[in-house]
């Protein structure tokens, strides 16, 4: 990327993209500019645009800085000062003042739109969105890189029958509010997937109802105990726990009993069955009524136990 533009810079507009229409009116929106900030140099921020009246597909900029270089004009005023972050780390940051000590105001990303404010030696001031301040003009397309994105755009947009949409950066706030949305979002799909998992347990240990119960046994179709009935079902999806009742109290982590989800496990004296909700439970009872549902208060229970 050039440090320095060239006066004069001739940008060619989109032929066949953008048709015919007035002049074109290109304005150099003005740059706040603190005294006494040696840095920044709001000299050669004005540009004047012609249009040449024999000639519709040029446009001629003429400038003191570089800013012009990174600029996608539109004969109808829709792209003016539009250019594009060009960067192949996954962000940059936005900063209050052409310092990379300065603190930073927001995030911009692959292939985002910027106004162009105006240039300010190395860097130049960008709006994105919400977000204002400076970032460095290397990273940002030249003319011809921006004119084919857009012209890009335009194309896949008419084919689609669609807008013309550009992506922006997010300042502080947005990212922050958009990351506890996004975490909370994937606590919702981990408590839901979990949940799907529990119920898919309970669907899968209720289809062993009317087997019997053989002491000892872990077989859900011949015969299992209380406790092999239940480490035999976890077993069906991949999880592998004690064989005996006393054992399987400590398996998982504790929850209360009123906060019993289908598939937690109920731990009594002697004794251990599954959860399906509705105070009851799914479990291998005794010989003489096997696999079987039972209310889950028919005795005290010592812990419930979460695996999902």
Request: net charge negative.
């Amino acid at each position: 990327m050039h440090s320095y533009f060239k006066k004069g810079l001739i940008l060619a507009a989109f032929v066949g993209i953008f048709g015919a229409g007035s002049g074109i009116h290109a304005k150099a929106a003005e740059l706040p500019v603190q005294t006494g900030n040696p840095a920044v140099n709001a000299d050669g921020l004005l540009r004047q645009v012609q249009k040449t009246e024999d000639q519709a597909s040029s446009i001629i900029i003429e400038e003191t800085e570089k800013n012009g270089e990174f600029v996608v004009r539109e004969q109808n005023g829709k792209y003016e000062d539009t250019g594009f972050v060009n960067i192949s780390s996954d962000y940059i940051y936005v900063r209050s003042a052409t310092s990379d000590d300065s603190d930073w105001t927001g995030k911009l990303y692959p292939g985002n739109a910027v106004t162009l404010k105006g240039p300010v030696g190395e860097w130049t001031a960008v709006q994105s969105g919400n977000i204002t301040g400076f970032i460095r003009s290397e990273y940002l397309m030249d003319a011809g890189q921006s004119q084919q994105k857009v012209r890009q755009m335009e194309a896949e947009a008419l084919k689609n029958g669609t807008e013309v949409t550009f992506s922006y950066g997010e300042t502080k706030e947005e990212e922050e509010a958009r990351l506890q949305a996004e975490a909370e979002q994937r606590a919702r799909e981990e408590a839901e997937r979990k949940q799907a998992q529990r119920q898919a347990v309970v669907d899968y240990a209720c289809q062993f109802i009317g087997n019997p119960y053989v002491w000892g046994g872990t077989s859900l179709t011949n015969g299992a105990d209380c406790s092999g009935f239940v480490q035999s079902v976890y077993a069906h999806f991949g999880v592998s726990l004690p064989r005996t009742s006393s054992a399987q109290r400590s398996a998982g982590y504790e929850v209360s009993y009123s906060e019993a989800q289908p598939g937690d496990i109920i731990c009594y004296n002697g004794h251990v069955g599954i959860y399906v909700g509705d105070g009851q439970i799914v479990n291998a009872q005794d010989p003489a009524h096997g696999i079987g549902i039972s209310s889950a208060t028919y005795t005290s229970i010592l812990t419930v136990r979460r695996i999902f």
